[in-house]
């Protein structure tokens, strides 16, 4: 770990974890934190859904809640970043606390439950970024909705001229009743419906937006064959795997693990990886696919994709390694194509599917 980065944990972590998160915002929009990219790969770079990613590194949704950062983010390093999740109405989310380091195991339980500004205030600011920024739309429900595909399709229409692609979020643990779109039924009316409206945006726009769905690493395997069946029946653009687990398997922290909400960080990797290998058989080699859950290094970052990952998203593993990780993993992910003697990361992907996907979830 860089100077700076322990410097910076030492700080934050005096702090309960939600004011630390908000003073790591404000840090990022003052410009305290140095921009820290690593140099440019060629060999990092590909196009997925139509778009060309710099370098397969993204933020995760859920740092960047309402889209105040998303370009001193990219700055950090990231080749993309996803802000939200976005609801219609701005609501509070969870009561306080809702977030809880689990430093043993350099993971994170949150159940924040949506937290955000809502749509209008979110807006505002993705308009007044460059229109070149790789950014994503990450949209949801509100807890209280009465219909919430409706809510999804509000996402849509509102953000189609700012987002670079969306993520319909149906996976979080902390809205009630939330997973349930992920049922095949409720699946087949999300989708239609979303993209239904993503098809008459584009149609006035004049350019398709790619929509990818997130889904949750708690599924058994005929969930994912619903899941599967569901997504490719659509003209869906991708696959997000996957969001925080309900699983707390192998912690040592057992006090906090007892929170309710997601665990995230280091823990999830081997399950949401195995999560990934199996979507991966199901939907075959086309459809693009985005790993999430446990990246903290560029080891970890490739093995998604070796997995069958196109990208990779973190998140909870900056909360311990610091602001200098993204560059450090394109770093290294430069590093390890020069190990592996390949001409592009793409190449990697998808030659450990199988050892993944053979594993029990």
Not at 92 to 111: C, Q, S, T
């Amino acid at each position: 770990m860089s100077l700076l980065s322990s410097l910076g944990r030492k700080g934050l972590f005096l702090f309960d974890p939600e004011t630390a998160h908000g003073l790591s915002i404000s840090a990022l929009k003052t410009g305290i934190v140095p921009a820290c990219p690593a140099k440019a790969d060629p060999r990092l770079a590909q196009t997925v859904a139509g778009l060309h990613f710099p370098n397969p590194l993204g933020m995760a949704a859920g740092y960047d809640k309402n889209a105040e950062v998303p370009e001193a983010l990219i700055r950090l390093g990231f080749g993309f970043a996803e802000v939200g999740t976005l609801t219609p109405r701005a609501q509070e989310g969870n009561p306080k606390p809702r977030i809880f380091r689990l430093v043993a195991d350099n993971a994170v339980i949150n159940r924040l439950g949506f937290n955000n500004a809502g749509h209008a205030a979110a807006l505002e600011r993705l308009k007044r970024c460059r229109r070149d920024a790789l950014i994503g739309v990450n949209i949801g429900a509100n807890k209280d909705s009465v219909d919430r595909i409706a809510d999804y399709v509000a996402g849509i229409r509102t953000f189609y001229d700012v987002a670079r692609y969306f993520t319909a979020n149906i996976s979080s643990p902390n809205t009630p009743g939330l997973r349930d779109l992920q049922a095949k039924e409720s699946l087949h009316a999300l989708l239609s419906s979303v993209l239904t409206a993503r098809a008459e945006e584009a149609t006035r726009s004049g350019r398709q937006v790619p929509v990818f769905l997130k889904i949750a690493p708690d599924l058994s395997e005929e969930g994912l064959d619903d899941i599967a069946e569901v997504a490719l029946a659509h003209p869906l653009d991708g696959l997000i795997v996957s969001n925080t687990t309900l699983a707390r398997e192998g912690l040592r922290d057992t006090r906090q693990a007892g929170e309710a909400g997601g665990l995230s960080g280091k823990p999830l990797f081997e399950k949401s990886t195995i999560v990934l290998a199996k979507m991966r058989r199901r939907v075959g080699d086309d459809m693009p696919i985005i790993g999430v859950g446990g990246v903290s290094d560029a080891e970890t970052a490739a093995e998604k994709i070796r997995a069958g990952g196109n990208l990779v998203q973190l998140y909870s593993c900056m909360v311990y390694a610091g602001p200098t990780l993204p560059g450090a993993i394109v770093s290294g992910l430069s590093r390890l194509c020069d190990r592996e003697q390949v001409s592009t990361i793409s190449a990697l992907r998808g030659i450990r599917t199988a050892h993944w996907a053979d594993r029990p979830i």
